[in-house]
């Protein structure tokens, strides 16, 4: 048997925050985690490089980057912000730096650095980390946890609990969403999980056929049934099977709940014109070049793997020369640079998505300390709450902030 005042459960981000935080404070803690090591979804974030947090918004704006969930997060994020996250890493040795559209990095670009600093924080502060550790069950008297029952056997007591497993995302490193179970077995609602900020599989051969081509800061707008539903910029990537890249991903969450049915994609290839200057544009580009062959032509706006799917969706003729485009043939090829269509048929699962949007129901927790209020000595934090942000760091925040919450909260 063993005794601790804290009982961490998950040693992810927000799992290790909460628990060097309520160490700290002097309690005697314990991090459990199933893995043989921690932080093992960390290490896959940013693409390795660890997206830290981002910079683009002031703390009361940046909640509101999380939609209408986000005025949950206020009072934890206020308490300690991108900035307190950069500054907390920086003093343990972790040199950052700024990106384009806010994104914070480790400047070595290396992932096992932000790791590092988190495991030898914790450490210093005394928790005991203990690894290969699954909990099998959590067992409940009236409104209080009692003890945890480890797969071993083993029966661990502590006076409060954090839960921070994570969600059901890249399940492989070990967020297989054993916690939604136990939630609600102890009375918590859980907002049905779904995958979030993952790839698109759309219909028909046109992604495929422009694979590996890469574009920056495009505009894009779902629709299901032609009414709009969710808006993105940035950058896009076409796949064998769809789209991904940071604009996709951000809309991938609103995509999902909209099928099955009839999603539309539409990516705008000219954001910066309206549809008669994109036509003036036009106008003008096969008036200076009026011998040459549209395909030509096109190569001069258009990046060559587009040219000819352009031209074949608009119904002209591959060899004819620019000054034969008609109207009628050049107001199609307008359409098409600004309302480029893709046809959904799927998001990605779990095993691809980069998180959970879903989990345990906010109302149900104090934001200023993350305490259960369905169980008076359980503490919640990270991606196992019902909160979830767009790509480019915003996720990691939330394990920041509700993590030194929840740790400062079972810890005072």
Not at 194 to 215: E, F, K, V
């Amino acid at each position: 048997m063993m005794n601790y005042d804290i009982a961490v459960i998950g040693a992810g981000p927000a799992g290790m925050t909460a628990a060097g935080r309520a160490a700290a404070t002097g309690a005697r803690v314990i991090l459990l985690e199933k893995n043989t090591r921690p932080g093992i979804k960390l290490l896959l974030t940013g693409g390795g490089r660890c997206n830290l947090t981002n910079v683009s918004f002031p703390a009361r704006v940046m909640a509101g980057q999380y939609g209408r969930n986000g005025r949950f997060f206020i009072s934890s994020l206020t308490r300690f912000d991108a900035d307190d996250a950069i500054a907390f890493f920086n003093d343990r040795g972790v040199a950052t730096k700024v990106e384009e559209r806010g994104r914070v990095f480790p400047e070595s670009d290396r992932g096992r650095e932000v790791l590092d600093a988190l495991v030898g924080w914790m450490k210093g502060e005394g928790v005991e980390l203990r690894t290969d550790a699954a909990v099998s069950a959590i067992i409940k008297q009236n409104t209080r946890i009692e003890k945890l029952i480890l797969a071993t056997g083993e029966e661990v007591f502590a006076g409060h609990y954090v839960l921070a497993t994570g969600g059901k995302s890249y399940p492989g490193t070990g967020s297989t969403g054993d916690a939604y179970r136990w939630l609600e077995s102890l009375g918590h609602t859980v907002v049905t999980p779904i995958p979030a900020l993952c790839a698109i599989t759309t219909r028909g051969p046109t992604a495929g056929r422009l694979q590996g081509l890469s574009l920056r800061d495009l505009p894009l707008t779902a629709f299901k049934n032609d009414k709009k539903i969710a808006a993105a910029t940035g950058d896009v990537l076409f796949t064998r099977t769809g789209l991904s890249g940071p604009a996709v991903l951000d809309l991938s969450k609103a995509v999902g709940k909209n099928l099955p049915g009839a999603v539309t994609i539409c990516l705008d290839f000219f954001p910066e014109k309206d549809h008669a200057e994109a036509d003036a544009l036009l106008v003008e580009l096969f008036s200076k070049n009026s011998n040459k062959l549209l395909k030509t032509v096109a190569g001069m706006l258009l990046p060559d793997k587009l040219v000819p799917i352009v031209i074949a969706l608009s119904r002209i003729d591959a060899g004819k020369a620019a000054n034969a485009v008609t109207r009628e043939e050049r107001g199609r090829v307008v359409d098409l640079l600004k309302r480029f269509r893709f046809e959904v048929e799927s998001v990605a699962d779990f095993d691809k998505a980069t998180v959970t949007a879903g989990g345990v129901s906010l109302g149900e927790g104090d934001s200023k300390t993350m305490r259960s209020k369905i169980v008076e000595n359980l503490f919640l934090a990270g991606e196992i709450l019902d909160l979830d942000g767009p790509t480019g760091g915003y996720n990691l925040q939330v394990c920041w902030s509700t993590g030194m919450a929840a740790g400062e909260g079972a810890g005072l």
